[in-house]
């Protein structure tokens, strides 16, 4: 029957293989309609989408046409997207809607042809280094309009060249109010404002190039690329810092800039020009040239789901355009569609991220039916295999154990019927052999009867018939009559039993007899599988409300795989098993049982080759109020 089980098995597996594989070739027919129907329906959608989107961005390309001003008339804005950011560029300005800031401007800032009248001042300073007279004779000019910043820049200079501190600082404070800018193209009150952060202490500077920066982050002056970039390294010097200013504020004056080169072609070749781009950060830009003037549309991120709007049936479907980010999660790309039409470069992809609805629904339980079929028969076939073979394994040790049984039987009716025979026929003339055949005969008579008690015993727990008298005992008592009951036999075999007990006392609940009984199979088990180490250890300890008995050996151990199954009926080690030992495997299932009986546990500590050591956990009795155990 053995021999079979496998056969079964093998032809069990090979019909779920086969109703699998004639499964999947038809739902791989079916899947392959279900994509040719949908390839065709993506076809039409896809068609659609890129004429709306042409469509759309036509709208918007003639609202940049019809944008002469910011903000935008409401029937104009209305043809816009409602996200986006209108940029207008003309000669010397550069508008923004909504309004946003810009770093530096493109054109160069207006500056006014260098002031006269400087000449006296000058030849003060450089020429004869007198330099109070030098400010005497520029006092006059911080009255007049065209050279009053001027006057105040020099002013500053000499003081501070005086040792002047707070009489530069003033200067630079009234020049920093002046809105003209210097011949070299940088605002007076910038010069004054960078001036002031080199002049100040250090506490001080810190909170004025904070001002400086805010004023450069909110484009208070406009600046060049390059004084922009000077004057903020010169704030990262003052407050010991790396910063560089914020990505979409540089984004937004880059793209200022190429607007601005954009309109100055226009300008130059005299004519009109437009054109679509999409952004790396997923954005559109669109934008119209004239030589008057640049109207551009910055469109968001989601400009493309904001200008498509697929039918109400077309759920499913998800378009990907490659310049506009990444591709929908868990959609493959099945149409193509250039964007030429819509004066885009790239095209743009659709995907149907999901069959059609009954399809996938019929074909899901089709699919579902098949694997609740295929996991009953493999079900039904591993439990009748596993059946089969746990009723072959307990056949197996049932008569492991009538074995053990018979040869535990065997061995010491063997030799009393010998003594015996020999006693009848009064072979033993000498008293001493007879005394020691009288004590021999006493000890193999009770060896069986034990045998027989314990395989009732075991007969009665195994049914339930097994009755405990439980009552309040003295545990290390007990643990001190088990050791006295079984010294004698031990010291017979050689073997010594050291005991060590708490001083303290423990009183249990239990069956005196049979918890005897457990703590004498342990000894025994201690004793039969040492056969190298000639001594076993006893202790008991009394611990956060339980007492524990430990029988420890240094014998040949027990497999840590092995030592959760030793519990069970006629389950022996293999350790066991490999020297010869016999036994009948009901021994620790029946210390187990009995502890249980009385409410606690046993548990085991065993390394291959090293011993084992058994400790049984009991909990105390409770007491009542005079100190006494409650029965």
């Known amino acids: 029957m053995r021999r079979s089980l496998p056969l079964f098995l ?106 006269k009248g400087f000449e006296t001042a000058e030849k003060l300073e450089f020429r004869e280094q007198n330099y109070d007279r030098a400010i005497e004779a520029l006092r006059p000019l911080t009255e007049q ?43 007076y009150a910038l010069l004054a404002a960078g001036a002031r952060c080199e002049l100040l202490a250090k506490t001080a500077a810190a909170e004025e190039a904070d001002r400086l920066r805010a004023a450069l982050l909110a484009g208070r002056w406009p600046l060049q690329r ?54 790396p950060d997923a954005s559109l830009l669109i934008w119209y040239a004239t030589p008057a003037r640049l109207t551009a549309l910055s469109a968001p991120a989601g400009w493309l789901a904001a ?44 995907s149907s991220i999901s069959p059609a609805s009954n399809r996938r629904t019929t074909r899901a339980l089709w699919v579902a039916g098949v694997a609740l079929m295929l996991v009953l028969v493999l079900a039904g076939a591993y439990a009748m295999y596993r059946g089969v073979n746990r ?22 009716l063997t030799s009393l019927r010998g003594i015996a025979e020999l006693l009848a026929n009064d072979r033993l003339a000498d008293e001493g052999r007879k005394q020691q055949s009288y004590v021999f005969l006493e000890r193999e008579t009770g060896r069986l009867q034990r045998l027989v008690e314990d395989l009732l015993d075991f007969g009665r727990m195994e049914s339930g018939r097994k009755q405990y008298r439980i009552a309040p005992h003295d545990v290390f008592g007990m643990v001190r009559a088990a050791v006295a009951d079984f010294r004698e036999e031990a ?33 025994e088990n201690a004793v039969k599988y040492s056969p190298e180490c000639r001594t076993v250890w006893v202790e008991g300890r009394v611990n956060h409300r339980q007492v524990a008995i430990s029988v420890r050996d240094r014998g040949m151990g027990i497999d840590p ?43 085991v500590v065993s390394a291959a080759g090293e011993g084992s050591t058994f400790t049984i956990l009991l909990p105390l009795a409770p007491l009542t109020g005079d100190g006494e155990a409650r029965a």
Not at 154 to 164: F, G, K, M, Q, S
Not at 238 to 259: G, N
């Open 10 to 115: 093998a032809i069990v597996v090979c019909l779920a293989i086969w109703q699998v594989w004639l499964t999947w070739r038809l739902m791989e027919q079916d899947r392959n309609l279900a994509v040719q129907h949908s390839r065709e329906r993506l076809e039409h959608l896809a068609d659609l989408a890129v004429a709306q989107l042409s469509s759309t961005l036509g709208e918007w390309d003639l609202g940049l046409r019809e944008l002469d001003a910011l903000p935008p008339l409401p029937a104009l804005k209305a043809k816009l997207p409602p996200n986006g950011r209108l940029v207008l560029v003309a000669p010397r300005s550069v508008v923004a809607y909504p309004a946003k800031s810009l770093l530096y401007v493109p054109y160069p800032p207006a500056t006014a042809p260098f002031p």
């Open 145 to 187: 309009p065209a050279t009053r910043a001027e006057a105040w820049l020099r002013i500053a200079r000499l003081e501070h060249r005086l040792n002047h501190s707070e009489a530069a600082l003033a200067a630079y404070d009234r020049m920093s109010r002046e809105s003209a800018v210097s011949s070299d193209g940088v605002p």
């Open 226 to 279: 390059e004084t922009f970039e000077y004057y903020w390294s010169e704030v990262n010097g003052i407050l010991h810092t790396r910063d560089a200013p914020p990505k979409d504020a540089l984004e937004f004056s880059a793209l200022v800039s190429r607007l601005h080169e954009q309109w100055q072609q226009a300008v130059r070749t005299g004519s009109n020009s437009s054109g679509r781009e999409a952004q």
């Open 307 to 350: 200008s498509l709007k697929m039918p109400a049936n077309a759920a499913d479907i998800r378009w990907w355009y490659p310049a506009s980010g990444s591709a929908p999660s868990g959609a493959q790309p099945h149409v193509l569609r250039s964007l030429a039409e819509a004066q885009l470069s790239g095209k743009l992809e659709f």
């Open 391 to 412: 009723e072959l394994q307990v056949a197996q040790l049932q008569s492991d154990f009538v074995s053990a049984v018979s040869h535990e039987f065997r061995s010491p």
């Open 491 to 523: 010291l017979a075999d050689g073997f010594q039993v050291e005991l060590d007990l708490d001083a303290r006392a423990a009183t249990i609940q239990a069956d005196e007899e049979a918890l005897r009984r457990a703590i004498r199979n342990l000894l």
């Open 561 to 603: 795989r092995e030592q959760r199954q030793i519990f069970h009926k006629f389950v022996r080690g293999s350790a066991a098993k490999k020297a010869g030992i016999k036994g009948t495997g009901i021994g620790l299932s029946m210390v187990r049982q009995i502890v249980d009986a009385c409410g606690g546990e046993i548990r």
